[in-house]
């Protein structure tokens, strides 16, 4: 990773660990420089209230995103979910309702802030089939073919890799998953220096991808059956989008579960009982040798 790129990376997470310390002693969260509520662009006001009311109130004011992707993602009974950049939990705990106690919904975060938040938030809704991971989405500490779905609400956009957290989202998908995302998208003839006149990173406007871009980056990564439909405006040809794609059927399941279990290197991968395969080589010896994106 460039420099510049780490450093762009340490912003976001600063960023949001400030805001989740904020909502903790009380505050609002927020994504720019005004409330989450104001206009009704980000924030809570793009979930139901019915579904607002059904959690704490903590992770109704974390709440930072550009949409509601657990309203489009289809979830069904039984279902494992993977929403990346949970920040205070609010679609994860939405997800693990939907998916009932069959079920199981990760939460994936970088900021120890935002994660603490997530785990407090989760007890006082009495969710227990939910997992908060502590990582970044373009690394996610998932075997391959893990779930069912991957969700994400304003996130992609602040990545500083995108192909690879759409190789990462392909990889833990199982054959026939899905992605159910709202991230802000650009219009086609909008150049990044113009989307950065728009709004800077942090505010989830300028690292944003145009419709074109992220198109074709889900199908180099093998997704199927792109659909990027928009449902609001954020700024000047900026909009908040539902994104769909499909992991076909055929993908990955030559060596299936086997496959997962050893991947990285390691049997057991990602878990506590994962070991390295080579008798004289460390864990992190062989997922850095591996080049696999679980490394935690």
Do not use: W
Not at 250 to 257: C, H, M, P, R, V
């Amino acid at each position: 990773m460039s420099e510049q790129s780490a450093d762009l990376r340490e912003t976001v997470r600063a960023r949001y660990a400030a805001a989740a310390v904020k909502v903790t002693e009380g505050g609002t969260a927020c994504c720019g420089p005004e409330p989450v509520e104001v206009g009704g662009t980000f924030g809570s006001a793009l979930y139901a209230a019915d579904e607002r009311d059904t959690l704490p109130a903590e992770a109704v004011a974390a709440s930072l995103g550009c949409g509601n992707p657990t309203a489009v993602a289809a979830l069904r009974e039984g279902e494992r979910v993977l929403d990346l950049g949970s920040g205070g939990g609010i679609d994860v705990l939405l997800s693990a309702r939907r998916v009932g106690p069959t079920g199981k919904a990760y939460g994936l975060d970088m900021t120890e802030e935002m994660l603490a938040l997530a785990l407090a938030n989760a007890e006082k809704a009495g969710v227990t089939n939910v997992e908060f991971l502590k990582g970044t989405i373009e690394a996610i500490p998932l075997p391959a073919n893990t779930v069912d779905v991957v969700i994400s609400n304003c996130v992609i956009n602040l990545s500083v890799d995108k192909p690879a957290v759409f190789a990462e989202a392909f990889r833990v998908l199982r054959p026939g998953g899905r992605i159910g995302v709202s991230d802000v998208v650009a219009d086609d003839g909008l150049t990044p220096g113009q989307r950065a006149e728009r709004g800077d990173h942090v505010g989830c406007v300028a690292g944003a991808l145009s419709f074109a871009e992220y198109r074709d980056g889900l199908r180099a990564a093998g997704f199927t059956d792109v659909e990027i439909t928009p449902t609001h405006a954020v700024a000047d040809r900026m909009h908040s989008a539902v994104v769909r794609a499909v992991k076909p059927s055929g993908s990955g399941e030559t060596g299936g579960t086997a496959a997962a279990a050893a991947c990285c290197g390691v049997t057991a991968c990602c878990t506590p009982d994962e070991r390295a395969t080579g008798p004289s080589t460390t864990v992190a010896e062989a997922k850095a040798a591996s080049g696999c994106g679980c490394r935690n």
